[in-house]
């Protein structure tokens, strides 16, 4: 079973303040997904990243997959209020299917204004 | 976004109680999902349907059933619910690639 560990699995932080938070595993994914959950809602992918090393950004959001591909990082820079959610980090084995999505358990942000 | 619609949003049950929770999408997308949310466990998948009358199990399958007699319908039912089953229940759709549409999700408590 391939499992993806999320860190912190709390975070609270002033508006304007930057952070990262983290999603790792000893296994290697074909690819890397970011969702981000607001309370009451369903998650809703951010971002996908595919190659080792692979940076992308999103706005304020740089996501990052690690060389290896077996972790990636979501950097959010001046958080704003608006930045609150679950963030959540799936990974895939590359077989077409979400069928085989490895799912973190997620960060849960807060930004304070 | 695909539109997918969960129902009931919320839903409070006794022990040893049949529940179905309802998922609609009019995406005509092939691949649909069901996924329930603990605190601690993220999303684990439950019953997964690649076609119509095409289902298969996930990892937490036991004590759940599902069927899928439309493109666009897709229920799960739980056959006696248990308080175990106290969750968030989430359906979901899968776009191109492995790129997943949530609905908005059904709160049952079990009692």
């Known amino acids: 079973t391939q499992l993806l560990e999320q860190s912190p699995q709390f975070l609270s932080i002033q508006e304007g303040e930057n952070l990262t938070v983290y999603c790792n595993s000893s296994?290697?994914?074909?690819?890397l997904q970011w969702y981000r959950q607001e309370p009451g809602e369903g998650p809703v992918l951010l971002v996908t990243?595919?190659?080792?090393?692979e940076v992308k950004k999103l706005k304020r959001l740089t996501f990052q997959f690690g060389d290896a591909r077996k972790d990636s990082s979501l950097h959010i820079t001046a958080a704003q209020p608006g930045d609150t959610g679950l963030y959540l980090c799936?990974?895939?084995?590359?077989?077409?299917?979400?069928?085989?999505?490895?799912f973190g358990s997620g960060t849960q942000l807060t930004v304070l204004p | 976004d695909a539109g997918i619609t969960q129902s009931p949003r919320h839903k409070v049950t006794e022990t040893g109680t049949p529940v179905t929770l309802r998922c609609h999408q009019t995406?005509?997308?092939?691949?649909m999902y069901w996924y329930r949310q603990d605190p601690g466990h993220g999303l684990r998948l439950i019953h997964y349907?690649?076609?119509?009358?095409?289902?298969d199990k996930g990892e937490v399958s036991d004590g759940y059933s599902v069927s899928r007699s439309k493109t666009e319908d897709f229920l799960l039912t739980l056959e006696s619910a248990t308080s175990s089953q106290t969750s968030v229940y989430f359906c979901?759709?899968?776009?191109?690639?492995?790129?997943?549409?949530f609905g908005s999700g059904t709160q049952l408590s079990v009692l």
């Open positions: 799936a990974g895939s084995t590359g077989t077409g299917s979400a069928r085989q999505l490895t």
């Open positions: 296994s290697v994914f074909s690819s």
């Open positions: 990243v595919v190659t080792g090393g």
């Open positions: 995406e005509n997308h092939r691949y």
């Open positions: 349907s690649y076609g119509v009358k095409d289902t």
């Open positions: 979901a759709t899968q776009g191109a690639g492995e790129k997943l549409f």
